[in-house]
């Protein structure tokens, strides 16, 4: 089966008791978000906002809320589409095997998309931004965003839909200095396809045509996520996975219109012409800031009959975003590590937000010939991670060798970190890249898109046994009052709140005196952090603790720490500073009245009532 729009995919997900309705009348400022956070953490349906203040348009959210109803979402394509990555990936599979992939070739030709008539769905009527939900997740946000766009580009030297861009970047409805109903704020980071058709429109001095499309089947916002091979559209992708090509048309204006969208906003975006965009709470567990980001003045807003606004909520992880990761993962399968020699798995961890934190296993096979293995082939795979598309955002890497533990899994964070802290040498297995680019999320480091990197390489056998408790020898200075193990071989340390950056080093030189002569072997890692029972609590808190809220070449330190021949490293226990500084944004909070608002709802008679 095939759906053709949106409301043909609610209607399906009713039908097997996937959708939630929600008839009452509820409050796209913080309402909304907060009821979807809610239904979400409990693994609930789909939402559908029959009646939102303020608009005559309903919303849905948590479409892809589970791993379970994305795939029953696409139970008829997604073992085609598993094939056709895999043969995009590997072209000489087809070739050894014929008759297995005999079907899949035909499945991406017959889902090339199709230019349509103007006499649409989505061509029933026009309408503004101001008319459209104007939804706002966070206390703090700038404004109304639209969080689950398909923006649509075209390259301005090879025009067309093949060579065409849809990716989902942020958009901001209203607030700060934007002119209400003409101008929207559209934000993109670093390795994404719309900067090189925008860099492209520049050098012409033109403008940037620009399609946002909302809704439409779902395989077109997954279409619009996915990291494809080269060669392979999103269109292209979007008709495969849905079972449906992808239906377009052309306007008066020559923008591209997506015909089976629910909304579609079209405007232009002139060379250098910026404008605040932000806050924004986003999927680091943090505010993204105001900065300068392309302003989009607005041409459009059409919309078809039964337009439904498509929504999401945006947070620290996990949230429906990363659903759509497990999705993605579930698609591509192995498709990066056969992208780069000798690498086997890798893992963006989700609990710390993605971009700051790397899991690699790779092979070690340089010198087989040498009984005592050490890190170096790894380091070379570390290197080209760190070099590819969107992994090169991440600050940290651990990566550690398949021929120590055949089973070593990147996904199980407690357990993979457990093998690297057993093995790390610290005074050579940790390689950094100072002044480079990170995530333009992550405000760790010097600036806007600006931080380091550290790449920890380990490989050969065990060296020491983790401490699981402090041995009751083991103190810490007067200073640091409340200590406690967070996992088997590091300890969170929690710093009194009048300790400024500046203070660390005296505060370090203390640590090293008091700590001097101690047998430490079975601690190789303190994590400084503000509030150590909230850091150790669990492994998701400590990792999102850890490396959301340090910046490797400025806060790491460690006990007996030297540098030799430009290497860093240290003899002692490895020190991150993971403490919120002055530069960092702001950790996203919940509205505590809002939330009363909800709990309401889950009461006997509410709508959320047997969910949350």
């Known amino acids: 089966m095939g759906y053709n729009s949106l409301q043909a995919c609610l209607t399906d997900l009713e039908k097997n008791g996937h959708l939630l309705r929600i008839k009452e009348e509820v409050d796209p400022y913080l309402q909304m978000a907060a009821i979807h956070l809610r239904v979400f953490e409990h693994e609930g349906p789909a939402i559908l906002f029959e009646r939102v203040k303020g608009s005559k348009f309903p919303a849905v959210s948590n479409l892809f809320g ?27 599979k087809a070739i050894k095997h014929p008759f297995t992939y005999a079907g ?32 706002v997740n966070w206390p703090m946000d700038g404004g109304p965003f639209v969080t689950m766009p398909q923006v649509y580009t075209e390259d301005a030297d090879m025009p067309g839909i093949m060579n065409a861009n849809l990716g989902m970047y942020r958009i901001q409805l209203g607030g700060n200095d934007y002119v209400q ?3 929207i704020g559209l934000h993109y980071q670093l390795h994404r396809g719309i900067g090189v058709h925008q860099t492209k429109a520049n050098a012409k001095g033109q403008p940037l045509k620009v399609s946002i499309f909302v809704g439409g089947p779902p395989s077109h916002p997954v279409a619009a996520v996915m990291p494809l091979p080269e060669g392979l559209s999103e269109m292209t992708f979007a ?91 579930e698609i591509t399968g192995s498709a990066i590590p056969k992208e780069i020699p000798g690498l086997h798995a890798v893992n963006a961890v989700d609990a710390a937000g993605v971009h700051p934190l790397l899991f690699a296993i790779g092979s070690e096979r340089y010198t087989p010939y040498v009984k005592e293995r050490h890190p170096q082939e790894i380091i070379t795979i570390a290197n080209h991670i760190l070099g590819k598309g969107q992994l090169s955002l991440a600050k940290y890497l651990f990566i550690a060798a398949k021929e120590d533990n055949p ?22 297995d940790l390689h950094f890249h100072t002044r480079t680019t990170i995530d333009t999320l992550d ?34 200075p007067k200073l640091f009052v409340n200590y406690k193990m967070a996992m088997p071989g590091v300890l969170a340390v929690e710093i009194p709140k009048n300790i400024r950056t500046s203070d660390v080093p005296l505060m370090l030189e203390i640590l090293q005196e008091h700590l001097a002569g101690a047998e430490l072997s079975g601690l190789p890692l303190m994590v400084l952090c503000d509030d150590a029972a909230f850091t150790a609590q669990n492994i998701n808190n400590l990792v999102w603790v850890t490396f959301t809220r340090s910046n490797p070449s400025h806060d790491i330190y460690g006990i007996n720490s030297f540098t030799e021949h430009k290497h860093w490293g ?28 909800v709990d309401k709802m889950g009461e006997k008679g509410g709508a959320l009532h047997g969910i949350i």
């Not at 991406?108 to 008319?131: D, E």
């Not at 405007?267 to 709470?281: A, L, R, S, Y």
């Open 239 to 329: 008709g495969a996975l849905g079972n449906r090509r992808f239906r377009y048309f052309y306007d008066d204006e020559g923008f591209c219109i997506s015909a089976d969208a629910d909304f579609v906003i079209t405007g232009t975006v002139m060379p250098h012409d910026n404008k605040p965009e932000g806050p924004f709470g986003d999927h680091l567990g943090y505010y993204s800031l105001k900065h300068a980001f392309p302003l989009m003045k607005v041409h459009n807003v059409y919309h078809r009959k039964d337009a439904i606004w498509s929504f999401t909520v945006v947070g620290r992880p996990p949230q429906e975003d990363t659903s759509f990761g497990a999705l993605i993962h």
């Open 443 to 476: 405000y760790s480091g010097e600036g806007l898109n600006s931080g380091s990197k550290v790449a920890v390489t380990v490989a050969g056998d065990i060296k020491r046994e983790l401490w699981t408790e402090l041995p009751s020898s083991f103190t810490l």
């Open 66 to 92: 589970t791993l379970d109803r994305s795939r029953f979402i696409f139970r008829d394509t997604l073992d085609k589409i598993k094939t056709l990555i895999d043969i995009k990936n590997d072209p000489i």
């Open 407 to 428: 089973n070593l899994n990147v996904n199980d964070i407690g357990g993979f970190l457990k093998h690297i802290l057993q093995r790390i040498d610290l005074t050579r």
């Open 570 to 597: 240290c003899r002692g226990p490895l020190i991150i500073d993971a403490r919120i500084k002055p530069h960092h944004a702001p950790v996203l909070e919940r509205d505590p009245a809002v939330e009363k608002l």
């Open 181 to 183: 109903d003409k101008e």
């Open 104 to 135: 899949t070739a035909l499945t991406a030709l017959s889902a090339l998309p199709m230019r349509t008539g103007r006499s649409a769905p989505i061509n029933f009527g026009k309408t503004t931004i101001g008319a459209l939900p104007q939804i």
